[in-house]
């Protein structure tokens, strides 16, 4: 069966540093793959998306990378504030041809 | 900021009610879908529509139904609520662009069915 697996553990870093999170996923060929930030209580907001024969997307202060032979996307925030704090979906279109979400990763940056 | 707006943004309501969830884009996407989360937990897809007059049933079975009579507008009602619905109702839309789809969500109705 399909499934999109991200970091289960809270991620707390310190800020200035660069926070890495994972998305893996299993019996998918997606063409691409796209990033959400979610507050607590809000809907999820796009963020970036990258398509299969990309390696690297940047927007800013994010990079994504796209494994597909790896079946991996790593995404990351360099110089990481407070405010990047909040849970991170990565998400993919599956079979039935609807976006399926993975249950995202919730980062804390430190002051 | 999208232009999709949920109205109401929190109800408490009483075993039994009938209740209608509003949700409405600016726009012009024709998919519309509706989402539940419950705190701290995935979204799972409980209805969705490519257009006027077409719903489907997403993966996770739900209670409710919806209609899309109208573009703009994606209402989802539930007949006789329970406190099982308790939960947050997140409606969004989809801009497709040859194969790609991005989605584009509202602020979310949380609901409390007492």
């Known amino acids: 069966s399909q499934k999109i697996e991200q970091n289960s553990e809270a991620l707390n870093i310190q800020e200035g540093k660069t926070a890495t999170l994972t998305c893996n996923y299993t019996n998918y060929s997606p063409a691409y793959l796209q990033w959400y930030r979610q507050d607590p209580g809000r809907g999820p907001v796009f963020l970036l998306l990258i398509r299969e024969n990309e390696k690297e997307k940047r927007k800013e202060r994010l990079k994504v990378t796209f494994d597909t032979t790896l079946k991996q996307s790593l995404f990351h925030i360099t110089a990481s504030q407070p405010a990047d704090s909040a849970t991170y979906l990565c998400a993919l279109l599956g079979s039935a041809r609807q976006l399926t979400f993975g249950s995202g990763t919730q980062l804390t940056v430190l002051p | 900021e999208a232009d999709i707006y949920q109205t109401p943004r929190y109800l408490v309501i009483g075993t039994g009610k009938k209740i209608t969830l509003e949700c409405s884009q600016t726009?012009?996407?024709?998919?519309m879908y509706w989402y539940q989360q419950d705190p701290g937990m995935e979204l799972h897809l409980i209805h969705y529509?490519?257009?006027?007059?077409?719903?489907e049933k997403g993966d996770l079975s739900s209670e409710s139904t919806v209609s899309r009579i109208r573009t703009e507008h994606f209402p989802l009602t539930l007949e006789s609520a329970r406190p099982s619905h308790t939960s947050q109702y997140l409606c969004?839309?989809?801009?497709?662009?040859?194969?790609?789809?991005?989605?584009?969500f509202g602020p979310g109705t949380r609901l409390l069915v007492l």
């Open positions: 529509s490519y257009g006027v007059n077409s719903t």
């Open positions: 726009m012009g996407h024709d998919k």
């Open positions: 969004a839309s989809s801009l497709v662009a040859g194969s790609q789809e991005t989605q584009y």
